[in-house]
């Protein structure tokens, strides 16, 4: 029986970088065997087993062998003869299939070691093509790994498991779990560029894929089109260390851009309800949580009216405030506004610019927030009146905040 130390773990302290987790393939051993020791088995497809002491995960040797469609048609076969050579051979890249022996010495039969010293991600071997996941897994690590590039035969092996329908059998859980990861990687562009090079993103996100080309008007977007716009909001998000949540609302927020009539370019009136629309679709379809659902859902519909909040008169940011449940929910409301500031400097030559839509609307909401609506309740004879006394009491409290002239001026839409 012999451990090695394999995976993310060697790569990570290659690259010197911050190890997180430690994962062993144990080579000679059988299920029987790690039991006596000890072990507590976890793997309900193959054998992998925690550590009775440091509960580090230790999975046996393996092979597989592709039996059907999608990530889960594999046969495993774990037995003590099994051997390292064999269990790094069904990894995905090479810079994730090197192992290193108890003492110390590298096992790197696929040359990881000098990619990554080159900055490549290249597949280990033709069965790749077997594994979906693999597609979204390497298109996440080009997202992490921001100075490494993606090998053209790596790139082309995608290509065809993208024409061959392989992605199409995807489960919905196991896409959303490999993009949300994807998301809070240090650059998340890079995922989606990889994704549309390989032909994967208008099959797994084509409200998104099919932003590109689509004009923006010039003097609001300098870079014009509207995917790349998508891509600086989305890496905008990921520089402001922005929650999951947000980095998911402002990836679909303006989904409807995609739909716009022709006779319409470059504005995009509307663009907000359609968005709306789109982006329900995909968390339906990808099964997204709720708080990430919920948080895209009010971007899309909302993120217009933040922008425009110097614009709008006291009633209209407090009826802004209710319709958003802002009064209930500040936090969530903050969230809003941190992915309308990342929608706001996501453009060319705005990556630094103030965006005073944010400030504005959380003294908004400090002041409407002051009011004391159960004594306002309390004092009003007709209950029917309650909640316009209450709505008035806020647009007076806002009245100092709105710019002489935003009760008339005509509102601008990007």
């Not at 309308?340 to 630094?352: E, K, Y």
Request: net charge neutral.
């Amino acid at each position: 029986m012999e451990i090695f130390t394999v995976g993310g773990a060697i790569r990570d302290e290659l690259l010197g970088l911050p190890v997180q987790d430690r994962d062993y393939v144990v080579v000679g051993a059988s299920p029987e065997e790690m039991l006596a020791r000890g072990f507590k088995p976890v793997g309900r497809d193959f054998p992998v087993f925690l550590h009775p002491q440091s509960h580090a995960e230790y999975a046996l040797a393996r092979t597989e062998r592709k039996t059907g469609r999608g990530y889960k048609g594999f046969a495993f076969r774990a037995a003590p003869e099994v051997s390292l050579s064999e269990d790094l051979a069904r990894r995905d890249l090479t810079i994730n299939a090197i192992a290193r022996s108890a003492d110390g010495m590298l096992i790197d039969p696929h040359r990881g070691v000098d990619d990554l010293a080159a900055r490549v991600l290249r597949h280990v071997g033709p069965a790749f093509v077997e594994d979906p996941v693999r597609v979204l897994r390497l298109a996440r690590f080009a997202a992490r790994f921001t100075a490494f590039t993606v090998a053209p035969e790596t790139v082309a092996l995608a290509q065809e498991m993208v024409a061959s329908g392989e992605l199409d059998h995807l489960v919905p859980e196991r896409v959303w779990q490999e993009l949300a990861k994807g998301l809070l990687e240090e650059k998340p562009s890079r995922m989606f560029d990889v994704l549309r090079e390989c032909g994967a993103l208008r099959r797994l996100l084509p409200e998104l894929d099919r932003l590109y080309g689509v004009p923006q008007r010039a003097e609001m977007h300098p870079e014009i089109d509207t995917g790349v716009h998508v891509m600086m909001v989305v890496d905008q998000s990921a520089q402001r260390g922005c929650t999951l949540p947000v980095r998911f609302a402002v990836l679909l927020h303006d989904l409807g851009k995609g739909e716009t009539a022709a006779a319409d370019l470059p504005r995009h009136p509307g663009h907000e309800a359609r968005s709306v629309e789109l982006a329900s679709a995909v968390c339906k379809r990808l099964r997204v949580p709720i708080e990430c659902r919920d948080l895209a859902l009010l971007v899309a519909r909302h993120h217009g009216d933040v922008h425009r909040a110097g614009q709008l008169a006291a009633a209209e940011i407090v009826r802004l405030l209710e319709n958003t449940d802002a009064l209930r929910r500040p936090e969530r409301f903050e969230q809003l506004l941190e992915a309308c500031t990342c929608d706001f400097q996501g453009r060319l030559g705005w990556q630094d610019a103030g965006y005073p839509a944010a400030p504005l609307l959380r003294q908004a909401l400090l002041l409407a927030r002051g009011i004391d609506a159960a004594a306002i309740a309390g004092s009003c004879p007709e209950p029917a009146e309650i909640g316009a006394r209450i709505h008035a009491a806020r647009v007076a409290a806002l009245a100092p905040l709105v710019k002489p002239g935003a009760e008339t001026a005509p509102v601008q839409r990007t």
